[in-house]
């Protein structure tokens, strides 16, 4: 199962749609399982924060790995190949400085030499048909805030729904523009920053109805976040990242729920209670 956008909010976007892997490719696939995509997922943020690059590098690498596994059957051995090869191309797209090769080397352990690397960069951008320039969730979830005023709250809290959607299965087909607008709109509830608005309609493209059952994924991944997502959990427990995931571990535990429509309130906690919970979690950042 995967979540999808209606096609209209999609009509102004069409490359989003052409760059959609395939959620179903894994069935062709001979050795490589669902599982083993989530350790790869797991590596990869762990290298991707190693070299602190940007959000965009993130999901772009992600889309490559996707879509280049929809694409060709991979063996086991190859597949943290494939990861590396895709964060070095996703780097060289959007970074200034970018990782070296050799980087590359030393995060594989060596299980992959420099020629080996190389070739399969050349493939992969065979494979992929040179086609780089996604349009990943983080343009879309920059869009969305201004009906927030860019408040850095929220869109700190749904960064980190939107990373851990790159572990589960259920979110590969759906498109960045729809996963932008629910990590958004589940930020908003956890915070109690009030109802999804028409702002909120107008600039994501989707109503709250439209977004509930991915919402409720984007929850349910949250559930057991060390066994789920244990790297982004880790991640984004620093206070560089006002550690969101205690926040929403804590949020949790208290028993949130999700209302059932856009003008409900979520069932716990109190809006007082969750502001001084953010509090306890968040130092001064500037």
């Known amino acids: 199962m995967c979540f999808q956008g209606p096609a209209s909010t999609v009509s102004a976007n069409v490359k989003q749609m052409r760059m959609r892997p395939n959620p179903n490719y894994m069935e062709k696939q001979t050795e490589v399982q669902w599982s083993m995509r989530s350790v790869l997922m797991d590596w990869l943020v762990q290298v991707h924060h190693r070299f602190n690059l940007l959000p965009e590098t993130l999901f772009l690498c992600v889309n490559y790995i996707d879509r280049f596994l929809s694409c060709k059957v991979v063996s086991l051995g190859k597949l943290q190949l494939v990861g590396a090869t895709a964060i070095f191309v996703a780097a060289k797209y959007e970074e200034i400085n970018c990782p070296s090769i050799g980087e590359i080397v030393y995060m594989v352990d060596g299980g992959y030499s420099t020629e080996e690397i190389l070739k399969a960069e050349r493939f992969m951008l065979s494979m992929l048909q040179f086609e780089l320039g996604w349009p990943g969730p983080m343009s879309f979830l920059r869009r969305i805030s201004k009906a927030d005023d860019y408040d850095l709250e929220t869109r700190t809290l749904a960064k980190y729904f939107l990373e851990i959607t790159i572990m589960d299965e259920r979110f590969v087909g759906s498109i960045p523009s729809f996963t932008a607008a629910g990590a958004h709109c589940l930020a908003r509830l956890m915070l109690n920053k009030g109802s999804w608005s028409h702002a909120h309609v107008f600039y994501s493209g989707y109503t709250y109805t439209q977004l509930r059952p991915l919402i409720a994924a984007m929850l349910s991944c949250c559930e057991d976040p060390q066994r789920h997502h244990s790297a982004i959990f880790d991640k984004y427990a620093d206070k560089r990242f006002r550690r969101a995931s205690t926040f929403v571990e804590s949020i949790m535990r208290k028993g949130f729920a999700l209302p ?18 953010l509090r306890k979690h968040v130092d001064v950042y500037a």
Do not use: C, F, K
């Open 260 to 277: 059932a429509t856009s003008g409900s309130r979520p069932s716990l906690p109190s809006n007082v209670g969750r502001t001084e919970t």
